[in-house]
């Protein structure tokens, strides 16, 4: 594999008392499947969030692509090529699917003070928002509206939305959350079908971790403990202890 | 090929069918009896339906116009009828000065100019809030508006020269070349087109490219900036796109009431304005002009029977919040699809 896309280096950020992330070191490299897991509170979606520009990190660096991107604003980031999913489905509830992925094709379709010519006729964004929708098995939901969908629908149309925007590289907030064991597998199949992508993944579903990932890091109270292949992880004698022998 | 079928049905939206449903037979019905009922009135010796629908049609443009950034942008202004009162002293006080004298500059009866100086004092004054009341979210943005709204009523007050208080006649009306505006049937006429005119802009705006945005910041700001806007300054430009037309409704006005006050920018002029929005159907293109309707219907049948109208009024509006989502036009909608 290659040279890392996404290189965090030295990444805090508390919360009062709280430290949500605890100098925290991780290379993505390019074109893996990177997964994040841990314990609830570890920090996980706290450091999603510093990688999207929602939070701001107390001290670090994130380096994508070579660049220091900390202290640009999250729609900047988007624009350069990172994408989020939410942990909490976050769609616009009120809209169709087809406007929601139409919504973030438009965002990297030029500006958007366009006032005058109906955005639903221009086919410049609902050809591409279809074949998003396609890729993650919703073409059929297009014109319903995201309110009516099941929350595993929703999920996958999160997927949707954050492809729509041509990511180079996919931040994954535990995508199967709340999910039967269904609408896991779908997931799973889903994310499978995108090989190629580079993604941080962060998940608490183990089958589909180690289903899914290149590499893993475990992360507990903030701090990264190990980094490796899925094997070398589920060997450490320090995750045994930590994390996976609770779970056992 | 079921699939196929849904998507291009609904790639033909706002067509003739869509005319004839409830909504479309409504709306229909709404329009074409605001342009016929008080110019037969008028004409059969009625002038006071006139009167009164004047002032209807001008509440209604301003209700549109906040519609645009409360229904369909989420942005719970509490402000909007300080831009009514920028847009009135803006008729009033150039007229003021041509009348006796001083400011030379502004000084005008010429309708363009005045309507002009409103659209452009009520765009700069709600770029210059709105950069700052966008930067905060929820019960904020609203009593930050309400503040802002409230520093223009008192900042007019204090000026001694346009009344204070008391207020300010218009003793000429704007003058326009071919329209005299001190007849009542042209003066209604333009506030009804103008009425039309804004409606279709604001029919255009919401399913541009530009509407798309602004709805989807509605409730959910943090995804439209992960997916790549900048959804700030797409509200902001919502904001005064909202504020001019308000204001260009305020130069209106002037023009009806002959007479100006911080009276008409009150907080509680921005509350009625916003009663008209909900009760008529937030984020419904026509919903403001039912809310304005029933404003303006209740008003008038209520304060006949109490001075204290504004209490059933206060209840009326509680209770369609509560049980009627979507206002009048929701309702109307919900109907329309039952037969269908
Ligand atoms: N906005 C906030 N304000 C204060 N504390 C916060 C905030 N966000 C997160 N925290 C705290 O930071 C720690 C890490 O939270 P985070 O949500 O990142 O964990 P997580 O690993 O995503 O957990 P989960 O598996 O439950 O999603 C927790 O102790 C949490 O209470
Ligand atoms: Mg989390």
């Known amino acids: 594999m290659a040279e890392p896309i996404l290189s965090i280096q030295g990444l805090h950020k508390s919360f009062g ?12 490299l390019d074109g893996e499947t990177h997964a994040v897991i841990g314990p609830n509170g570890a920090g996980k979606t706290t450091l999603i969030s510093q990688l999207s520009g929602a939070l701001k990190p107390d001290a670090g660096r994130i380096l994508f692509e070579g660049n220091n991107i900390v202290g640009q604003p999250a729609h900047k980031r988007s624009h350069i090529g990172l994408a989020r999913s939410f942990q909490i489905t ?3 509830m009120e809209m169709t699917v087809l406007d929601n992925v139409a919504l973030a094709v438009q965002a990297h379709d030029g500006h958007s003070f366009r006032f005058w010519t109906p955005a639903r006729a221009s086919k ?29 629908e ?3 149309l999160e997927i949707a939305m954050a492809l729509a925007t041509k990511p180079k590289l996919l931040l994954l907030d535990e995508p199967m959350a709340g999910m039967g064991p269904d609408e896991s597998a779908r997931m799973v199949e889903t994310l499978k079908s995108l090989s190629g992508k580079t993604m941080l993944l962060v998940e608490h ?9 290149d590499r893993i890091s475990v992360l507990v109270y903030g701090q990264v403990i190990a980094t490796g292949t899925p094997d070398e992880v589920r060997a450490d004698e320090n995750v045994r202890h930590a994390y996976l022998g609770e779970a056992a | 090929m079921a699939n196929l079928e849904t998507t291009q049905n609904s790639q033909m939206p706002d067509n003739w069918t869509s005319l004839f449903t409830a909504t479309g037979w409504a709306n229909l019905i709404l329009l074409v009896g605001l342009a016929l009922v008080p110019t037969i009135a008028y004409y059969t010796g009625h002038p006071f339906w006139i009167d009164i629908s004047t002032r209807l049609v001008i509440l209604a443009i301003a209700a549109v116009s ?18 009514l009162g920028i847009g009135a002293y803006a008729v009033g006080v150039p007229a003021y000065h041509a009348t006796y004298g001083e400011f030379e500059a502004i000084a005008s009866y010429n309708g363009f100019f005045q309507f002009g100086l409103a659209i452009a004092v009520a ?11 966008l930067r905060t979210k929820g019960v904020h943005f609203i009593m930050i ?7 223009v009523y008192f900042a007019i007050v204090s000026i001694e020269t346009y009344g204070g208080d008391d207020g300010l006649v218009i003793d000429t009306r704007s003058e326009f070349p071919g329209l005299d505006l001190s007849n009542p049937i042209a003066l209604y006429a333009l506030c009804f087109i103008s009425l039309l005119v804004v409606l279709y802009i604001v029919h255009r705006l919401v399913n541009s490219r530009f509407g798309m945005v602004i709805q989807g910041a509605k409730g959910n700001a943090e995804r439209m900036n992960a997916i790549g806007f900048n959804a700030y300054i797409y509200q902001l430009t919502a904001y005064v796109i909202s504020g001019a037309i308000c204001g260009y409704a305020g130069a209106l006005l002037g023009n009806f009431t002959t007479f100006i006050s911080p009276e008409m920018m009150d907080w509680s002029r921005s509350g009625e304005l916003m009663f008209m929005v909900i009760l008529g159907g937030a984020a419904y293109l026509l919903g403001p002009v039912f809310g304005a309707v029933a404003f303006i219907l209740l008003e008038e049948i209520l304060s006949g029977f109490t001075l204290y109208w504004h209490l059933p009024f206060g209840i009326i509006l509680i209770l369609s919040v509560l049980f009627v989502k979507g206002g009048m036009s929701g309702l109307l909608s919900r109907l329309g699809k039952r037969d269908g």
């Open chain 2, 123 to 133: 765009a700069l004054f709600a770029l210059i809030t709105g950069a700052i009341c």
């Open chain 1, 17 to 28: 008392g709280v430290t949500a992330t605890d100098n925290v070191h991780l290379d993505v």
């Open chain 1, 90 to 92: 976050s769609v616009f």
């Open chain 1, 124 to 152: 410049n964004l609902t050809d591409p928002a279809m074949a998003c929708l396609k890729q993650v098995g919703l073409e059929s939901r297009a014109n319903d509206t995201a309110s009516v969908m099941s929350h595993g």
């Open chain 1, 154 to 156: 929703r999920r996958q």
């Open chain 1, 205 to 213: 579903d183990m089958d589909a971790v180690f289903a899914l990932a």
């Open chain 2, 66 to 83: 906040l519609n645009l950034v409360l229904g369909y942008g989420g942005m719970i202004s509490f402000g909007h009828a300080a831009f």
């Open chain 2, 145 to 151: 508006t309400m503040a802002f709204g409230q520093m």
